[in-house]
């Protein structure tokens, strides 16, 4: 059984930081990309951030500078370090893996970020 399992999330100031991470089970961890994407009230699920198994990684524009994806292929976890957040950075925010080689993907249950001003 596959599971994508994030922690990490809570309230926090604007100017504050936070680190989610996601801990995968059940799946060859390092063959697939995994990622992060936010979906905020009323709104549509949105990339943040991609890391390959090589280590490539890819972000929104919205969070360049601001935000970094690694991974532990060790300890099957996939982290997002954000700092700087802003009020507009509220949101759910969910893990995502993909192997494209296997063509199957997952989804986390999520976990909520929530800026105070």
């Known amino acids: 059984q596959v599971q994508l399992v994030e922690s990490g999330g809570g309230l926090v100031q604007a100017g504050g930081s936070l680190k989610l991470s996601c801990a995968a089970s059940?799946?060859?961890?390092?063959?697939?990309?995994m990622g992060w994407y936010r979906q905020a009230p009323g709104k549509q699920r949105d990339l943040v951030a991609t890391?390959?198994?090589?280590?490539?990684?890819n972000y929104a524009d919205s969070v360049k500078g601001r935000f970094t994806i690694s991974r532990d292929d060790a300890k099957n976890t996939v982290y997002l370090d954000m700092n700087s957040l802003k009020p507009e950075d509220t949101a759910v925010y969910y893990c995502?893996?993909?192997?494209?080689?296997?063509?199957?993907?997952?989804w986390g249950q999520g976990t909520q970020v929530t800026l105070s001003s």
């Open positions: 995502h893996a993909e192997s494209k080689f296997l063509d199957t993907d997952y």
């Open positions: 890391i390959t198994s090589s280590g490539r990684t």
């Open positions: 059940g799946i060859i961890f390092s063959i697939y990309t």
